[in-house]
């Protein structure tokens, strides 16, 4: 079954540290990844999207994602958190079935110290 | 430039009380959907509207109905709102290109049913 797991439900980094979000999936085929973020009490805004090429992808607001299709990962990653990344942060893959619906991870809350 | 739009933000029923949450796209796309999202479970999809004058059920589709009303309006209807149904939902729209397509968000409607 497809499914998508984002291992650490709450993370806190301080500000100025780097940041890494795991993200693992399960899926037959290429799988099309994205990453999004949601900031308290807002929808959620696309980060970044893999569909096919480069296994590194560029993103908003500073971001980056590496495909490891080996390890069906997704992992997402910022050098240096500012104190505006504290967000939740969702990894889905888009489906092949049900119109293209998106499965999505449960979800990592990202705090960030001064 | 508003892209999705939900209304209402916010709604509080009674158990057993009927609602129906709004939400209208401005970027011409065909397909749009409905989400729900719980604590530690993602975004789980509830219907679907591949194009105007289809839909289908997604994962949890119990208790709930849909109405594509044109290309731009895509409604989620409780008939008989139930405590289980409390959730914040999402509705999105995606741009073409079979399943590449990125899905864009909502800023939700938190409903609570006491």
């Known amino acids: 079954a497809q499914s998508v797991t984002q291992p650490d439900i709450h993370i806190t980094v301080s500000e100025g540290a780097s940041l890494e979000l795991r993200c693992n999936y399960s899926?037959?085929?290429?799988?099309?990844l994205f990453w999004y973020v949601q900031s308290p009490g807002q929808g959620l805004q696309l980060l970044l999207k893999?569909?096919?090429?480069?296994?590194l992808v560029q993103g908003i607001k500073g971001f980056e994602a590496e495909f490891k299709r080996s390890q069906s990962s997704f992992n997402l990653r910022k050098p240096s958190v500012h104190w505006s990344d504290a967000a939740e942060y969702f990894c889905a893959v888009g489906a092949g079935n049900q119109g293209g619906k998106l499965i999505f991870g449960q979800g990592t809350e990202l705090s960030v110290k001064p | 430039n508003a892209g999705v739009t939900q209304t209402p933000k916010f709604q509080v029923l009674k158990t057993g009380q009927s609602m129906t949450l709004q939400c209208a796209q401005d970027m011409n796309h065909n397909s749009m959907y409905w989400y729900r999202q719980d604590p530690g479970m993602g975004l789980r999809l509830i219907y679907y509207s591949a194009s105007e004058g289809t839909t289908d059920k997604g994962e949890v589709p119990n208790g709930y109905n849909v109405s594509r009303l044109n290309k731009r309006e895509f409604s989620l209807r409780l008939e008989s709102a139930a405590p289980s149904q409390t959730s914040v939902y999402f509705c999105a729209s995606r741009e073409a290109g079979l399943y590449r397509g990125i899905q864009y968000f909502g800023a939700g409607t938190r409903l609570s049913v006491l």
């Open positions: 893999y569909f096919s090429g480069d296994t």
């Open positions: 899926y037959g085929a290429t799988p099309y």
